[in-house]
């Protein structure tokens, strides 16, 4: 007797797609994936795209480049400030200089300006060493699973809601199984991109 994988309703013979989901009927449900195994991977992805996300350190990078640059904005503005006042080039104020306490304080954010702006450059370029050796990471990553012989072939019966879970899900074990040393938040990361290069290519 004909079944249909999806709601499980059993057909008589001759008839050979359901008529309420409109996929092809199976002549047995033990030849088909359970749909109830599809809603906890689904779950597990779901509860995955909750843990915390994962920043490449290219844009690590571009934040530490962003700082660098409005710290220096910043030191050069408290330098030229304090030099104006020293010229008495400084209209708002009386004899055209900035108060004692005003200097000291434009001196000190100018210095601690400097100190960050240098901190945040470091960073930065230590950031750019590190986002090549992730693209390089990611590039091995791909050429491995797209050389492997084991990549699932869904059936065409699933929605694309479905195949999305059960080959995800199948990147993110085999991850976990062969790159144990890798975190959650990485996992994560990979996971999509090798989605893109592995299935979405295809469709």
């Known amino acids: 007797m004909p079944w249909c994988p999806k709601c499980k309703n059993e057909y008589v013979p001759g008839i ?4 309420d989901c409109n996929v092809e009927l199976v002549e047995s449900l033990e030849d088909t994936p359970s ?17 915390p996300m994962y920043t490449k350190a290219s844009e690590r990078k571009e934040e530490y480049s962003s700082s660098y640059t409005a710290f220096v904005f910043l030191f050069l503005l408290c330098t030229i400030l304090v030099v104006l006042s020293e010229f008495k ?26 100190i960050l702006a240098y901190y ?25 699973f797209q050389t492997r012989d084991d990549i ?8 694309a809601e479905e195949q ?12 976990h199984s062969t790159h144990p040393d890798y975190s959650e938040s990485y996992c994560d990361y990979a996971a999509e991109q090798l ?9």
């Open 16 to 19: 050979t797609e359901c008529s």
């Open 35 to 51: 749909f109830e195994s599809s809603a906890k991977e689904g779950s597990n992805f779901l509860h995955a795209a909750n843990s």
């Open 89 to 114: 080039k400084i209209p708002l104020f009386e004899d055209h200089v900035l108060p004692l306490q005003y200097t000291i304080i434009l001196s000190c954010i100018a210095v601690v300006s400097l």
């Open 120 to 144: 945040a450059r470091k960073k930065s370029r230590h950031l750019l060493l590190e986002a090549q050796e992730e693209e390089l990471k990611l590039s091995d990553l791909i050429f491995e």
């Open 152 to 159: 699932p072939q869904v059936d065409s019966f699933l929605s």
């Open 164 to 175: 999305f879970f059960l080959q995800n899900e199948w990147i993110l074990s085999t991850l």
């Open 195 to 203: 989605y893109n290069h592995l299935f979405d290519e295809k469709e």
